[in-house]
């Protein structure tokens, strides 16, 4: 048999066109008769309480309905169980407006409903709040101190392996040793799409909710549960989602806002989040690295030790995969890693990219570059001296990991053989040139996950699975596998999704989707082909009479003998002989059990990255990046570079640009705006070389694809970090890499 090809055809977004002419509407557009309009209040303190709300001037103003506090908001589920949602980490979920208790700076503490927005944001300034303020703590620095390994509950998330050999006596005996602490800086989600609710008050109970999730049946499962209403009666309809990444994982507080004054006022109702309060909730934790690495003189590693600490709320353990990279990226027979958490006066963290991965492998892949300056070996080659053959954290082999060839594709597209090896070695005109490298590794992951294919006479076919796009590309991949199953034009495909009706799908994230709801839409697809085939079997005269399914083609909208492909059938014929108007099939798409038992799936990367600093300014360029990723079969060459371009962009946030300050006297995050808070603009970004590495794994779904919207990240910022060390000699392990660290000058200089 024919080794299929491992990328895809290059297909433009199918959805591309409703995106630039408005005519995909989000969760704040929808419209409902006689809507009312939601405006939050964000209270002012850190910890404490509300010892009074004075509502009298905002509810006088001409046009407000209501103005909802802790004191007079209807009542909700008692128990805090009711409270979580499908992806909620162990602890008490936030409970917005549900008593006097403040529990973090930004919380939200009143929503003024008006006939307008205008009139609730207004009447919204003029609500008074009393606070009694307590102690609190934002200070990671300071926290840290009571850092505990967070209690083994069902997190989801993988705990730290347990140790192998004897770390902490093999890094003594080391030769060579590399032992440093990194950190990275608190980062917010900011999606273009502010999080909004849309709630549309049908009459006789039944809501239709429009909201900014990764999936729908998350919000439906969670106004279900805190409302008590039934699932027949909320429908949630997102099709459309501006970004999110990992923020719209958890439905978010203006959700429960929407509704509950929806079912207070019987009537429709939106709330609308301000680009300030997108700072109130979801971030990426501030996370501590400490590393210690142990290498023989040829620089084989002897040790690794990699202990995280991440930022928590006092209310949630929310947890990340973050030092269990450092045990299966590098074959090494002594490793100890260790997590644990420390609490502020926080809102809980949230998934963000990646979640815990670029945090984790930016601390060892600097170390490692360190330990490659340490043995005066190429960091390429040290990389590929202590390559691992397999997950020795699990002791299983790969489903597949073509990092190898990743590296080498990488290599030659970047010229890295010309790289001179001493750091301030390079330069042109005023500016010194850096050449520097990192590893990605991000779980390939599936979901059960269903779909349902109908086929009807009028040969138009459409898929749907209750998933989400979150800009990824999910409309145009389900769109282009539907049609390849049935040899149509995609033009003849409609994708729904986004939908709490639709068969069941998982929330969008963790870079499972294409996997999952790919494979179900296949399956879907698959059985309606067999149906279909018996009617085209059965035809007067029919060609296909003694074949098989094996042995005809779906092509242009016909079925033909594989072998003699100018015979076969056409699609409606076929139906119109077996009398059919219509084909439907739902099918279930399940990961591999006994694959998953016995193997381990990543994807991986090589990220090769070039910055040009000016150091008299401190002015730095990410002049290119090339990076190599082996992530299975490519289903859409140009919705996945798009994809890992976004990543890669993600990563220079996160090395240069991205952080949220607090003040920590006030407990409060201060730059929470886009004018303070830094992401990469398009003046910041140059090249972006994508390189997919042929790679085959038939383990991880059934179409053989690994998942692309969170690896671009990995390692990125690990790659800017080392080019910077090579072009200026200076080793910053504190992210991101601000003009003010970069100009800092070594205490010796400034002594002279
Ligand atoms: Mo992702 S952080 O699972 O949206």
């Given amino acids: ?116 927005s205008g009139t609730a944001r207004h009447a919204a300034s003029l609500v008074r709040v009393e606070y009694e303020a307590g102690a609190h703590e934002t200070d990671l620095l300071r926290a840290r101190e009571d850092a505990y390994v967070p209690p083994k509950r069902r997190s989801g998330i993988s705990p730290p392996p347990k140790p192998r050999g004897d770390a902490v006596a093999a890094l003594a005996e080391a030769p060579l040793r590399v032992e440093a602490e990194y950190r990275i800086a608190t980062e917010h989600h900011n999606p273009m799409e502010m999080h909004a609710t849309t709630v549309v008050w049908e009459g006789g109970g039944k809501l239709t909710v429009h909201d900014k999730i990764q999936g729908v049946l998350n919000s439906q499962g969670y106004i279900c549960n805190v409302f008590g209403l039934s699932k027949e009666d909320v429908r949630v309809v997102s099709p459309f989602v501006g970004g999110a990444f990992g923020s719209g994982l958890r439905p978010q507080y203006q959700l429960f806002l929407a509704v ?94 990646a979640p815990g991965a670029p945090l984790g492998v930016f601390a ?136 709490s009706s639709l068969p069941k799908s998982p929330i969008e994230g963790g870079s499972w989707t294409a996997a999952s709801a790919g494979s179900a839409v296949q399956a879907a697809c698959h059985a309606v082909r067999e149906t279909l085939f018996r009617h085209a079997r059965g035809a007067e005269g029919s060609p296909l009479g003694n074949a098989d399914l094996d042995h ?64 008299e300014l401190g002015v730095l360029r990410v002049t290119c990046i090339v990076t190599a990723v082996a992530a299975g079969k490519i289903l859409n060459p140009k919705t996945a570079r798009s994809q890992v371009i976004g990543g890669v962009v993600w990563g220079m946030g996160m090395a240069l640009e991205e952080e949220t300050l607090a003040d920590h006297r006030l407990g409060r995050f201060m730059n929470h705006n886009l004018a303070e808070y830094h992401v990469p603009v398009n003046a910041d970004v140059h090249d972006i070389d994508v390189i997919f590495v042929e790679e085959q794994d038939s383990r991880t779904s059934p179409i053989g694809v690994k998942g692309l919207g969170e690896i671009g990240i990995v390692g990125t910022a690990a790659a800017i970090a080392n080019a910077i060390h090579h072009a200026t000699g200076k080793r910053i392990r504190d992210l991101p890499i601000t003009l003010d660290k970069l100009l800092e000058r070594p205490p010796a200089e400034r002594a002279r």
């Avoid at 590693?301 to 929310?318: K, P």
């Avoid at 077996?578 to 799936?601: F, L, M, V, W």
């Fill in 1 to 116: 048999m024919l080794k299929e090809p491992h990328v895809g055809a290059p297909r433009s977004r199918v959805d591309g066109r409703a995106k630039v002419t408005g005519e995909a509407k989000y969760a704040a557009e929808f419209p409902a008769p006689g809507l009312a309009h939601g405006h939050v209040v964000s209270g002012a303190i850190a910890r404490g309480r509300i010892t009074g709300i004075d509502t009298t001037a905002a509810c006088a103003v001409p046009g407000v309905l209501e103005v909802f506090t802790h004191e007079n908001r209807p009542r909700t589920a008692w128990f805090d169980y009711k409270h979580r949602d499908e992806v909620a980490p162990p602890g008490s979920p936030f409970r917005p407006l549900y008593d006097e208790t403040i529990l973090y700076s930004g919380q939200p503490v009143a929503l003024v409903v008006a006939e307008d």
């Fill in 552 to 615: 005809v083609a779906f092509v242009d909208g016909r079925i033909v003998l594989a072998a003699d492909p100018d015979r076969g059938i056409g699609l409606i014929e076929a139906m119109r002989a077996g009398g059919a108007e219509r084909i439907e099939h739902e099918q279930t798409a399940s990961p591999d059990k006994a694959n998953q038992k016995r193997y381990s799936s990543y994807t991986h990367s090589a990220i090769f990255a070039e910055v040009r600093v000016d150091e």
């Fill in 364 to 499: 060892l892949e600097s170390a490692m570059d360190e330990l490659a300056d340490k043995a005066g070996i190429d960091p390429l080659e040290l990389r590929l001296k202590n390559y691992a053959e397999t997950d020795e954290n699990e002791g299983k082999p790969y489903t597949s990991k073509e990092l190898r060839a990743a590296y080498r594709l990488g290599a030659e597209r970047f010229g890295w053989s010309r790289r001179s090896a001493a750091p301030r070695s390079m330069r042109e005109g005023r500016e010194l040139v850096g050449w520097g490298l990192a590893s990605g590794v991000w779980e390939a992951q599936m979901q059960q996950t269903s779909a349902r294919a109908v086929l009807t006479a009028d040969g138009r076919l459409e898929v749907a699975t209750a998933t989400a796009d979150i800009g990824t590309g999910t409309y145009t991949i389900l769109a282009q596998i539907a049609a390849d199953a049935f040899g149509l034009p995609m033009e003849s495909v409609t994708v729904r999704i986004g939908d």
């Fill in 260 to 353: 509950m004054a929806a079912l207070a006022l019987k009537r429709s109702v939106r709330v609308v989040l301000t680009r300030d309060q997108m700072f109130t909730f979801s971030h990426r934790p501030e996370t501590i690295n400490q590393v210690a690495l142990g290498a023989a003189a040829d620089g084989m590693l002897r040790a690794i030790r990699h202990d995280a600490i991440g930022a928590t709320s006092r209310f949630e353990d929310h947890q990340e995969v973050v030092v269990n990279w450092s045990g299966l990226l590098y074959h090494c027979d002594n490793v100890e890693l260790g997590y644990k958490l420390a609490q502020l006066d926080i809102h809980t963290p949230a998934d963000m990219r």
